[in-house]
Nanobody
Framework: QVQLVESGGGLVQPGGSLRLSCAASGSIFGINEMGWYRQAPGKQRELVAS???????IRVDSVKGRFTISRDNAKNTVYLQMLRLKPEDTAVYFCKAAVVTTTPARYLEVWGQGTLVTVSS
């Protein structure tokens, strides 16, 4: 079993900052890719940023220059630093990881439970 636990969401004023964390635990042999998605009310879930062995990518144009994804492999943790937040960044943010488990060896795509980010004055 593999679990992802997100933290760091909350209410912030426009222009403020938040740092989301997502820690993976369980029967992990390795983690290939980790990413952050978000789902705003009434909208589809979208990939915000991802990080893998080859590097990191911000996938949403509106957050480029404001959001940064990083990863601590020793802690199996991925972060999303969000600066200069805007009301349109309000969403539930989900973490996803592509995990190879220990015995038995399996490939899993695992989702976290989500953390709510609300940007409002």
């Amino acid at each position: 079993q593999v679990q992802l636990v997100e933290s760091g969401g909350g209410l912030v004023q426009p222009g403020g900052s938040l740092r989301l964390s997502c820690a993976a635990s369980g029967s992990i042999f390795g983690i290939n890719e980790m990413g952050w998605y978000r789902q705003a009310p009434g909208k589809q879930r979208e990939l915000v940023a991802s990080t893998a062995t080859g590097g990191s990518t911000i996938r949403v144009d509106s957050v480029k220059g404001r959001f940064t994804i990083s990863r601590d492999n020793a802690k199996n943790t991925v972060y999303l630093q969000m600066l200069r937040l805007k009301p349109e960044d309000t969403a539930v943010y989900f973490c996803k990881a592509a995990v190879v488990t220990t015995t038995p060896a399996r490939y899993l795509e695992v989702w976290g439970q989500g953390t709510l980010v609300t940007v409002s004055s």
